[in-house]
Every structure is written in structure tokens, then in C-alpha cells.
């Protein structure tokens, strides 16, 4: 297997009226959560805002830090391992769509998340928690 850096990726998790804001490739069946990669000398926070404005549009609010995720996973690129910090976020805009063409933004009722496709599959589990006030919370996909 060859050696990759570890990928340090923040995601928002927006919620209003019930339901998620998801994100997928176009034409794909996998959602994740929005985001992206934290540049060298980025905070997250800042990291997740600017992520949020590159791909919607919108000024999004970067709130409080609810887990991480730790991924190891494999597709037709080739192995990868991140790590993945999540924060809520919340934004004024009445309409959320997105500005790169190869994106798309869905709105997902919560109580049918463990339906969903979500990767990584863990951060299903974190969101659930969240409505208990249980964070932060460290979770795994390379832990047994």
C-alpha cells in the first residue's frame, strides 16, 4: 500500500427543521457531510467557513466542535486515511445550492439518517447524539 499523508477534513453539520444538510457527487448514492480539507496555517473554523462559502455561496457560522471521525477507506483512487472534525454550523440563507458543478446539496430528515448513505458511516451516529447534548465524541472506522 503506498504511504499517504493523513488527510485532516473539517464538516458541518447544519440542521433546521428536522432535517440535515447533505452533500454528494453528482450522479453518486453516497452523502457526506459538507466540507473540505484544512490548509496549512487554517484554522478549522475557518477552515469549514471558507469551505462552506467555496461551495454554496453563502456565509455559513462555524458554532461548537461535536466529535471527530477517524476513516480508513479504499476506492478507485487508492487508499486514503482521514481525519475528520466536526463542528455545527448554522447560516441565515433561505436556499442552499451549489456553486461547483460537480456538487450537489440535499436536505435529509435526521430520524432517517441510518437509511442514508453517509460516510463515513460513524458520523451517523454522532449526529443522533447530538439532540442528547452527549459531545464531543471521538469515533473510529480502524478500531475493532
Known sequence: MNARPIEIIVRGIFIRDGKILLARKIGRTTFFLPGGHIEFGESAKNALAREFF???????????????VEHKFENEDGFFHEINL??????????????????????????NMKNLNLQPRPIVDIIMRLHDG??????STMEK
Do not use: M, N, Y
Open 54 to 68: 467555496e461551495e454554496t455561496g453563502k456565509e455559513f457560522i462555524v458554532k461548537k466542535f461535536v466529535g471527530a
Open 86 to 111: 466536526l463542528f455545527t454550523v448554522d447560516s441565515d440563507a433561505e436556499e442552499i445550492s451549489s456553486a461547483e458543478p460537480q456538487l450537489e446539496f440535499l436536505w435529509r430528515e435526521i430520524e
Open 134 to 139: 452527549d459531545f464531543p465524541v471521538w469515533k
